[in-house]
């Protein structure tokens, strides 16, 4: 009887919201999963609101690292209101940060893989997200299994990967404190490096790492993590043209995470590099194009000869591309392949 009503109640909802397809689509998915599994108990839900905002050297979720520590010298850094909140951290130690996957607007309620991307229902989440309000990215997901990037289409089950596609998106880095800074109105500014979190990321708890109780040196690998290690491959070498490193040196001064400090940042942009941070499809189909990402408030271009070298041909203000759209940017990487390629040619054999 009960789930008879709860069908009646929402099927009324859905005659109502009929005129926006973003609320007939939500009715429908609730109705399916009612029906789908009409014995099952509904659970209660929980809604949290963020502590802070993530400030992070990585603006776009292409080049950030798909694991924390992968590129030790990355930089964010999070703002609360009391430093009385941090009292027994201290310079050094490493933080349990519990995160949101906020981008994760591609996602539909019902589906893991799918592509096709609401317009609507993204513009509503970032307003959501912008306003602090509690993010809900999905309750139920019909299925079960991904495809991680590095084990060449091979599926396992969503609790036995890291990915962001998940119930309930919920992200976990080990992160090293690199600064405490009190503010003027008692707040405080935490700053961390090797951390692998994307710009706006809504933080929900920090906890300390406690290396007696959180290191399992015994642990072992599953299975299929051995299998990565094998078929993965990084880039061997990175190497700058004489175009690139004089525009580094003359952008990092206006720089905000690495301002004045070239060695660093040339670092992190090497780092990122020989982790190979294009996906499959670049690596196979995008070969006589230039590849792009950005860094603080950089873009940084760069062209891989084979699987074992890049070269940084061209550093620029990440304001020069902001207002470029993707076919703009993509004809503009396929003309300066050439160019590019012509130049190191033209500097190995100098």
């Known amino acids: 009887m009960k789930d008879s009503l709860e069908w009646l109640s929402l099927k009324n909802v859905l005659k109502i919201f009929t005129e926006t397809e973003f609320g007939a689509r939500c009715c429908q998915q609730r109705m399916s999963s009612i029906l789908s599994s009409p014995h099952s108990p509904h659970?209660?839900?929980?809604?949290?609101?963020?502590?802070?905002?993530?400030q992070s050297c990585f603006k776009q979720k292409t080049g950030t690292p798909r694991q924390f520590n992968l590129i030790p010298h990355s930089r964010g850094y999070f703002r609360l209101n009391s430093i009385h909140l941090v009292e027994g951290l201290e310079v050094g130690l490493y933080l349990h940060v519990i995160w949101l996957f906020h981008q994760n607007f591609h996602i539909k309620r019902d589906s893991v893989n799918q592509k096709e991307t609401n317009k609507e229902e993204a513009a509503h989440l970032q307003q959501l997200s912008e306003s602090y309000a509690p993010i809900c990215i999905t309750n139920q997901m019909q299925k079960t299994k991904i495809k991680p990037p590095?084990?060449?289409?091979?599926?396992?089950?969503?609790?036995?990967?890291?990915?962001?596609?998940?119930?309930?998106?919920?992200?976990?880095?080990?992160?090293?404190?690199?600064?405490?800074?009190?503010g003027k109105d008692d707040s405080v500014i935490v700053h961390l490096e090797g951390c692998d979190l994307v710009h706006g990321t809504p933080i929900i708890d920090v906890k300390p790492y406690i290396r007696d109780y959180d290191s399992i040196p015994e642990a072992p690998h599953p299975?299929?993590?051995?299998?990565?290690?094998?078929?993965?491959?990084?880039?061997?070498?990175?190497?700058?043209?004489?175009?690139?490193q004089r525009q580094l040196e003359e952008l990092v001064p206006k720089m905000k995470f690495y301002h004045n400090d070239l060695d660093a940042v040339r670092q992190v942009i090497e780092e990122m590099i020989l982790l190979d941070p294009r996906s499959k499809y670049r690596r196979d189909k995008c070969t006589e194009e230039v590849f792009g990402f950005c860094i603080d408030n950089i873009n940084v271009r760069c062209v891989f000869k084979d699987e074992n070298q890049c070269f940084v041909c061209e550093v620029e203000s990440l304001d020069k591309i902001e207002q470029m759209d993707k076919k703009s940017l993509k004809r503009r990487n396929t003309e300066d392949f050439a160019r590019f390629s012509k130049r190191i040619r033209s500097e190995e054999k100098e």
Do not use: H
């Open 223 to 244: 299975s299929w993590f051995e299998n990565i290690a094998l078929k993965q491959k990084n880039v061997a070498q990175v190497a700058f043209t004489e175009d690139a």
């Open 43 to 54: 659970l209660p839900t929980y809604q949290f609101q963020p502590i802070a905002l993530f």
């Open 150 to 182: 590095r084990m060449n289409g091979q599926k396992i089950g969503i609790f036995a990967a890291r990915s962001p596609y998940r119930p309930n998106p919920i992200g976990l880095s080990v992160c090293k404190i690199r600064d405490i800074v009190k």
